[in-house]
């Protein structure tokens, strides 16, 4: 590529898109939008106890410098100039917490995970504070129900449980934030004056962030008994927060003195990246979980039937802030990595697509992957999974296929509940996430919803909502969103195949599963975890007495 081709390429931003699954960097043309390279680096998930999900967060910080230094050498490969890299946005896993020491910049536990249960019992202790043990009874201030989902709640379980953090805490060291928080104070220079922030999207998934004062909230914090000073503070979705730093220990430092300008949870991201800027928009993105995010513009919409309020974004200091609905599933693509892992029915996650297409049913076979309890609309954590409806005839595709239908009966709860809130039924769906490349699921989408589904052709819609952010940003400038100078979008369309009567039909089975995985589990488990027949004293005296009175009798016959 010659010096005038890479003029032409103008300015580019990158876009750090951090996972539950994997860490990603990718860098796009500010002006055209297309996306020019990218590396993608798998995260561990720690599974200590059952219920519980842990990250490493050292290692997702290694994992994004891994990802920003191997995408800019295969953007030199290309022969593109990395100085043209004008600003890097952030998108990230939402609600998932850390706590880590300023003075030395270590963590001082490991991240837990937004689908964590470890907290039931905190919030159940907390719920016995509030009149009636009303879940809702702060909604009208976060948008939210008390739920082990979000970030105050583990944040008291951190600091009830682990000594290292309270001590920090009254010494003055400690720092709370999630995911963007520490990647944002790591790599703007961490114990050497990194800058600790967070942006309104992310702040209002933390319960302890009043949505329409945009700022932290004391009373929320004296009732989940939360120090102020150890929360990040709190900026819009665009504007420049820091400049990159060189980080010696692990030979990182290709974008040193680039700003980071744009930060936004991922579904928000994705809200902008799929350019839903005008009320009654709405997008469903298929990740580790399943988000469904319908814009309602400067009001903040409150739903009767089980969704979220939340912060769809910012864009700039003196801009105003944006809400929107949204709909919460906790298992989409776990579903299949845990197919893969767990149950080792597939190799890769792409042989699940093959496995369904091979039978085409589910053969009555229903899932309900409630592995971490019930998101929206139920907001059950006593739920758990179950595969109900087997036969002999049963097989692995046939639940295969089961599972994909599941992620697609959980879109379609969400989808009813936001078009009875709304009032105005969703015409078509627009949906983004890396299960979309899998076009059996998108089918039966479509065939379940009985609408049409709308994928566009670069399916990275999360990490471009935080590039057009970073590139928006005020001393940046280099990406317009202006609705005029937005680049057209090419989409893949799916339409329903199927007859609303059959769609109805196993919609309605699946409700029935649904309701047989519920009040399955209480937070009340055996103190020694010993669910062994001998864990009984006197029933283990019973049966080894009769093992030897028959192992006697049979010696004495002989």
């Known amino acids: 590529m010659a010096a005038s081709d890479r003029m032409v390429m103008g300015p580019l931003v990158g876009s750090i898109d951090q996972g539950t699954s994997s860490t990603r960097f990718l860098v796009f043309n500010a002006k055209t939008a297309e996306l020019l390279s990218h ?122 449980n682990v000594e290292e953090i309270r001590q920090a805490v009254d010494d003055g060291r400690a720092m709370f934030g999630t995911i963007d928080s520490w990647l944002i104070w790591s790599l703007t220079g961490g114990k050497n004056g990194g800058v600790h922030c967070t942006d309104v999207t992310n702040a209002s998934r933390t319960m302890l962030f009043n949505i329409h004062s945009l700022e932290w909230d004391p009373e929320l914090c004296q009732f989940f008994d939360i120090p102020m000073e150890i929360l990040p503070k709190v900026r819009s979705s665009s504007e420049i927060y820091g400049l990159m730093k060189i980080c010696p220990s692990l030979k990182s430092g290709a974008l040193t003195g680039v700003p980071i300008s744009g930060c936004l949870g991922d579904q928000s991201a994705a809200l902008v990246g799929q350019m839903c800027f005008q009320d009654g928009q709405a997008k469903n993105t298929y990740g580790t979980g399943c988000f469904l995010l319908c814009n309602t513009g400067q009001k903040s919409v409150f739903s009767e039937h089980g969704l979220l309020t939340t912060i769809a974004y910012k864009l700039g200091r003196d801009k105003p802030v944006c809400y929107a609905l949204e709909g919460s599933v906790a298992i989409a693509g776990a579903v299949v990595r845990w197919l893969r892992d767990n149950l080792g029915i597939v190799k890769t996650s792409q042989e699940v697509e093959k496995l369904a297409a091979e039978v085409g049913t589910s053969y009555g076979c229903y899932f309900v992957p409630a592995f971490s309890g019930l998101y929206a609309p139920y907001w059950e954590p006593s739920a758990r999974g179950i595969i109900c409806g087997l036969t002999q005839f049963t097989n692995k595709n046939h639940i295969a296929f089961a599972a994909l239908e599941a992620v697609c009966f959980q879109t379609r709860e969400i989808l009813d509940a936001i078009n009875k809130d709304c009032g105005i039924p969703l015409n078509q769906l627009q949906v983004d996430g890396g299960m979309t490349n899998n076009k059996v699921l998108m089918q039966l989408q479509s065939d379940i919803l009985c609408i049409p589904v709308v994928k566009p052709s670069m399916p990275e819609t999360t990490a471009l909502g935080a590039a057009m952010a970073a590139g928006a940003a005020e001393g940046v400038g280099i990406w317009s969103l202006n609705p005029g100078d937005l680049t057209a979008v090419t989409c893949e369309r799916f339409e329903p195949q199927i ?47 009769s093992m030897i009175m028959l192992i006697g009798a049979k010696y004495v016959s002989g």
Not at 128 to 156: D, H
């Open 39 to 160: 590396h993608q680096v798998e995260i561990e998930q720690k599974f200590p106890r059952e219920g519980w999900v842990e990250q490493d967060p050292k290692e997702i910080l290694k994992s994004v410098h891994e990802c920003v230094e191997r995408t800019c050498e295969k953007l030199q490969q290309l022969n593109i100039d990395i100085t043209n890299i004008k600003a890097i946005g952030v998108s990230n896993q939402r609600e998932t917490t850390v706590v880590w020491d300023k003075k030395t910049g270590e963590p001082l536990y490991n991240a837990i995970v937004w689908l964590d249960l470890r907290t039931q019992s905190t919030v159940e202790r907390l719920l016995k504070k509030i009149p009636g043990k009303n879940k809702a009874f702060f909604k009208f201030r976060t948008g939210l129900p008390i739920s082990t989902y979000f970030s105050a709640v583990k944040l008291r379980w951190l600091l009830d």
């Open 499 to 545: 007859n609303p009567e059959e769609s109805e039909y196993r919609y309605a089975r699946w409700k029935k599963a649904v309701m047989k995985s519920m009040d399955w589990e209480t937070s009340e488990a055996p103190s020694n975890g010993d669910t062994s027949i001998f864990s009984s004293l006197p029933l283990g005296f019973f049966i080894m007495s």
